[in-house]
Nanobody
Framework: QVQLVESGGGLVQFGESLRLSCQAS????????MAWYRQAVGQQRELVAN???????TYVDSVKGRFTISKDNRRDTVSLQMNQLKPEDTGMYYC?????????????WGQGTQVTVSS
């Protein structure tokens, strides 16, 4: 069973930076894409950033120019560098991996890491 373990969350002030990491239990070459989602209290989970097997990236508009998703194929990790953090970036951040097996779309989730940005 695939396991994803996030780390790097914390409490920061407006304008500061954080770097989140997600360690996969298997080679990330197994995945078609990996992503970071976030969920604020009382809100739905939203896609923040996505990176494909080939390295193409996409971002939600609210983080473009501030966040960067990257992956390290040797270490089987995906990271999210978050700069110029704002209070509205506060939430639980989850790592996600997607792949196809037996003709079915499958995904795995980490347990999440909390990011809190104070004003």
């Amino acid at each position: 069973q695939v396991q994803l373990v996030e780390s790097g969350g914390g409490l920061v002030q407006f304008g500061e930076s954080l770097r989140l990491s997600c360690q996969a239990s298997i080679s990330i070459f197994s995945f078609d894409a990996m992503a970071w989602y976030r969920q604020a209290v009382g809100q739905q989970r939203e896609l923040v950033a996505n990176i494909t097997y080939g390295g193409s990236t996409t971002y939600v508009d609210s983080v473009k120019g501030r966040f960067t998703i990257s992956k390290d194929n040797r270490r089987d990790t995906v990271s999210l560098q978050m700069n110029q953090l704002k209070p509205e970036d506060t939430g639980m951040y989850y790592c996600n991996a997607k792949w196809i097996t037996g003709g079915r779309d499958v995904d795995a989730w980490g347990q999440g890491t909390q990011v809190t940005v104070s004003s």
